[in-house]
């Protein structure tokens, strides 16, 4: 029995859980699988009416399962930033999920490129530190100071800034870092993956060229750690390598990056494999509580309108299903949302007019028939 939990989210995100757990479902209607979901409201409407994020009750209750499968974050009546750092960003930090892990396989024939071209393509983004530790601050006129503090699983660690100008203005500033225990772990984990799947080259993307400090220690740790591991490895910066996905995507299998480019490069790569609405991914933490969900936003505008496409989503619970040790029945769904697309059942932003509960139904009906 695998203890889910289940987080709808926010706008969309409640619609493409539920065809996610209707698959889900039919795969353990016919094969050797069970599960014990149970939904949690952390989301906008909490907050809005409670001023609750993630709270300390949230997280003891969360602990108490295998994995979490997150439907969206975000709700344009709330601030930007405050439900992405509150809830998800707080989920990564909390269950220290320090890899980030997105699949880009060619969904045929929905790739955007203008030549035909196969590739498969999986991007490991560091997802604990870089700039999206979340620490900064303002300050106006010529002096300002504020104490940094930043808590991982790792370590605790307080960053004392003091600045002064000669000109008075308002300042703002953004606190990047990476420590090299975490990067270490990252870099071993991103290793073993490439073995597994029989490869034998890693893509390491950076700027270290411009900020030598963070992406130099970047680099001396790959550097050592592949040459240790007997792997072949590369250095781009991500300004090549945005390029170079649009340009040669077929070029490239295992993808290393920091956090913050990861997390632009993965959005540019799932529109070049066939749009956000099929694009998973995995928050992971190999010896601990993984977080599964689809790449996409939450859409607010679309909410109740059954027009997404849920394929993102179930395609985050096959990574799910990786995770927790069933990579068979993951293959199962794999094919199954094959078939469903090979069929001419889709929704509209890959040109079909089906709606996301027929999606969700199509996929479930051709688990039940493989």
Known sequence: MHKIAVIPGDGIGPEVI??????LNALAENHSIQFDFQEFQIDAERYLSTGKLLTS???????????????????????????????????????????NHRPAPLWKPFGRLKRDVDFNIDVFRENTEDFYVGV????????????????????????????????????????????RKNTERFADFVIDYTKMVGENYITII??????????GMWRDVWTEKCRQADMGFGFMFVDAMSMALVKNPDKFRIVATPNMFGDILTDLLAEVTGGLGLA????????GISMFEPVHGSAPKYKGLDQINPLATILA??????????????DIVTKAVRATLDKGIYTQDLGGNAKTHEVGDAVAAEIRRI
């Not at 106006?140 to 000669?166: E, F, N, P, W």
């Not at 991914?281 to 190999?286: A, C, K, L, T, Y």
């Not at 619970?317 to 993951?330: F, Y």
């Open 317 to 330: 619970g096959k990574m799910m299903l990786d995770n927790l040790g069933r990579r068979d029945l993951g």
């Open 18 to 23: 539920n065809e996610g757990l209707k698959v």
């Open 206 to 215: 950076d700027k270290a060229n411009v900020c030598s400090d963070i992406y």
């Open 136 to 179: 900064g601050g303002r300050f106006k006129d010529k002096v300002g100071s504020k104490t940094l503090d930043i808590d991982r699983q790792l370590y605790h660690m307080s960053i004392d800034v003091k600045a002064s100008s000669s000109v008075e203005d308002e300042y703002a500033y953004q606190v990047g870092l990476l420590s």
């Open 57 to 99: 009750e949230d997280v003891e209750g969360l602990r108490r399962f295998d994995s979490i499968y997150l439907g969206a974050t975000g709700d344009d009546r709330v601030k930007p930033g405050v439900l992405e750092k509150g809830i998800l960003l707080a989920l990564r930090f909390t269950f220290d999920q320090y890899i």
């Open 280 to 287: 998973p991914g995995g928050n992971i933490n190999p010896h």
